[in-house]
């Protein structure tokens, strides 16, 4: 019997938000699978329990780190390093998630079950998609297991609602511009903003707006700005702003 592929969320970064679905997933599962965007690992790299060759990139994993906290039963299970580099090239990068959905499939035939982990809620902007999407065309079964999106926590964090009445919501990837997304009416998610945090700035700069910046919302290394004149120009990766239309 073949196996099966879960995409699990494990939340924002706090491990008390887990879903008891996700725990419980990733008990189940003989191999957990984590993202690497180090561009010096260019193919998949399997880790049996106990080896520590490639321990550096559990490390620093945030969304095995989280997990970890819950499902001490990892440490039993082999980890399947799976590279995800932050590439906009096209061809590179198929190539690569073609390579991470080859060795999968492998697996899978075997009759073991993977669970790969990612922060927040696998379906937004996640890395899992490449290859849910891949191993689904060709047949085999594969699973997600929703998280809590950072931006609620975030949201619950600030004690603000995102949305009420005809309120909308709009989700825009920062690193693709927000000049105009800034412009929609309702309220704006900017995810993963950290690294155009220059620009974001001087798109928001006219102060028209409320505005609220959480970095590493729920870990130890929180932030939180409401001025975006406060906001430093390299915040960290996992920074994420909300700002909404003013009233009146």
């Known amino acids: 019997m073949r196996g099966k592929l879960y995409g699990v969320g494990v939340g924002p970064g706090e491990s008390s938000l887990m879903t008891l679905k996700a725990v419980r997933?990733?008990?189940?599962?003989?191999?957990?699978?984590?993202?690497?965007?180090?561009p010096g690992l260019e193919m998949p790299v399997y880790e049996e329990a106990g080896e520590k060759t490639y321990a550096g990139y559990k490390q620093e994993c945030v969304a095995y780190q989280t997990?970890?906290?819950e499902v001490q039963e990892m440490q039993e299970r082999g980890v399947l390093y799976l590279p995800m580099p932050m590439s906009k090239e096209k061809e590179k990068l198929k190539a690569i998630h073609n390579a991470d959905a080859d060795w999968i499939r492998k697996a899978l035939d075997k009759g073991q079950s993977i669970a790969f982990l990612t922060l927040g809620d696998?379906?937004?902007?996640?890395?899992?998609?490449?290859?849910?999407k891949r191993i689904c065309k060709e047949g085999y079964e594969a699973e997600i297991i929703p998280g809590i999106p950072s931006f609620c926590a975030a949201a619950a964090r600030l004690s603000i609602g995102l949305a009420e009445n005809k309120e909308q919501i709009h989700i825009l990837p920062a690193s693709y511009g927000v000049e105009e997304g800034i412009k929609l009416p309702g309220t704006k998610i900017l995810m993963k903003a950290g690294k155009k945090m220059p620009a974001v700035?001087?798109?928001?700069?006219?102060?028209?707006?409320?505005?609220?910046?959480?970095?590493n919302c729920g870990m130890s290394e929180e932030n939180i700005y409401e001025r975006p004149e406060d906001v430093p120009d390299d915040p960290g990766y996992f920074s994420l702003i909300i700002v909404k239309k003013r009233e009146g």
């Open 25 to 38: 997933t990733i008990k189940a599962c003989d191999i957990i699978a984590v993202p690497v965007s180090d």
């Open 67 to 69: 997990a970890l906290q």
């Open 122 to 132: 696998p379906s937004i902007y996640s890395t899992y998609l490449y290859l849910h």
């Open 201 to 215: 700035k001087e798109a928001l700069k006219d102060g028209h707006h409320p505005f609220w910046m959480v970095e």
